[in-house]
């Protein structure tokens, strides 16, 4: 039996899910999970206290959840690591890395953005590489490295799976999925954009060719297999967890999909990049896929304002019981769920209530989240339709958030389409399509689809 492993890591959780095909499935089994949540500490290159990365705690999982692999008897042929976007490690000339990891969360590049755009407009930024703003795109961030001085002794950029990659094998790659996360990749060479890079004076060292899902980075390097006590390839899937969420959505026809968990991302496959005046009005952004193609799509606050209700009522309600206690106290109350107020609250409660004008109750802070978020995903269909110039019947809802059934059924009905729900596990299971198919398990990610379409639970609303 050839073993897969994907490690999927989350804003909030990471999971190692082994993956293996029998009889014509795709069969997968957890065998390791972890929290992740960032951290406020004082950094060498701000005054004040930053969100950052426990970047330590998430490789030493990392080896973990591959060591547990040895101990269940299933040691992987191939690896590979997806995690959420934007976020970066700089590297020493020692291949040490400088002060932290910044969470995209963290606040710093507030002062950044009118200084990068004063170098080069948005409109510029956008015609050149179709990705929506957002505070917390890398450009911002580099640049802020660059007045802080942090960036100077850096003689390599790796976004966090090429870092853990580099970990493991000893070997630097930047992956294509990724890097397009940045706001520097241009949409129509697929590499660095040379022009951003100078305008903004940085360092061209830390931008290499850019490398596409299904190649070997490398195997373990000896340092590795000493510590998980074996060898494996480290093949690079789709290393955005959204492009690798998507990779195992069933798509049919020109589907639109949702990537459900902490953020949702709403958007369509697109063989090419929208980087016209409408779409970028519409906050849609074409993020790198495979064989040239993009996913048009906009990022949504998703479940993370849930999750933090959770954690501030210290866990006395699991999600199922939210999700009742919605069901059960539905208010009209409207929020702009993509507020940023909502991004980094030190109260996500204080904030809905400050909003809203009253204080409500535990079910109709659940009812409110939930319900904004269905009228969100309308919009933002709408949105996507008149971009495209297309009209779509099929609504696909994909990875964690897909188990969630009322806010299914409130998306069903505020959007008018017919709704999709599944695989669950949709980012790992598309990190583990891509590793297959570069090893060539899986002829192509099409017959990938449609394995995967025939091994999991796919239903229909």
């Given at each position: 039996m050839k073993y897969y492993l994907a490690v999927d890591i989350g804003a909030s959780s990471g999971r190692h899910i082994l993956g293996w095909i029998e009889n014509g499935k795709l069969l997968t089994e957890e065998i390791y999970r972890f929290s992740n949540l960032p951290k406020t500490k004082k950094t060498a290159f701000h005054d004040e206290e930053s969100l950052t990365w426990d970047v330590e705690s998430l490789y030493l999982n990392i080896l973990n959840g591959l060591k547990r692999a040895k101990e269940l008897g299933?040691?992987?042929y191939a690896v590979g690591i997806d995690t959420w976007g934007v976020d970066y490690a700089l590297l020493d000339e020692n291949d040490n890395l400088i002060d932290c990891v910044y969470c995209y969360r963290d606040d710093r590049t507030q002062k950044t953005v009118d200084k990068v755009h004063k170098i080069l407009s948005f409109e510029k930024l956008y015609s050149k590489t179709?990705?929506?703003?957002?505070n917390f795109n890398s450009i911002y961030q580099l640049y802020d490295d660059k007045l802080t001085g942090k960036i100077n002794g850096a003689k390599s950029m790796l976004n966090l799976?090429?870092?853990f990659h580099f970990l493991l094998t000893g070997v630097k790659k930047q992956e294509y999925t990724m890097a397009t996360t940045t706001g520097?990749?241009?949409s129509v060479t697929g590499e660095w954009d040379e022009e951003i890079i100078e305008k903004l004076n940085l360092p061209t060292h830390l931008f290499t060719k850019l490398t596409k899902p299904g190649e070997e980075v490398g195997e373990f390097s000896k340092k590795t297999q000493e510590i998980v006590g074996y060898n494996a390839k480290v093949i690079l899937p789709a290393t955005h967890d959204t492009a690798s969420a998507v990779l195992a959505a069933p798509l049919e026809d020109q589907t639109p999909y949702i990537s459900s968990g902490t953020w949702s991302l709403l958007g369509i496959e697109q063989g090419y990049a929208h980087t016209d005046l409408s779409a970028m009005k519409s906050g849609y952004s074409n993020e790198g896929s495979i064989?040239?193609?993009?996913?048009l799509q906009k990022n949504i606050?998703?479940?993370?304002?849930i999750q933090c209700v959770k954690r501030e009522l210290n866990d006395e309600y699991d999600f199922a019981t939210l999700v009742k206690l919605a069901e059960a106290n539905p208010i009209s109350d409207k929020i702009n769920v993509n507020d940023q107020r909502f991004l980094a609250p030190k109260s996500m409660i204080d904030e809905i209530n400050s909003v809203v004008g009253r204080k409500?109750?535990?079910g109709e802070l659940s009812y409110c989240v939930f319900d904004n978020l269905a009228e969100d995903y309308a919009r933002s269909l709408n949105a996507l339709e008149e971009v495209t110039g297309e009209k779509?019947?099929?609504l696909n809802i994909i990875g964690g958030g897909s188990k969630n059934q009322f806010l299914n059924q409130l998306t069903k009905q505020k959007t008018g389409k017919t709704v999709i729900t599944g695989p669950t596990e949709g980012t790992a299971i598309g990190n583990l399509l891509m590793q297959m198919v570069g090893s060539g398990e899986i002829e192509s990610v099409k017959l990938g689809r449609t394995i995967i379409k025939n091994s999991f639970d796919i239903a229909k609303i």
């Open positions: 299933k040691i992987p179709g990705i929506a703003f957002a799976p090429d870092y520097m990749v241009n064989n040239g193609c993009f996913r606050m998703g479940l993370w304002m409500l109750s535990v779509y019947h099929t």
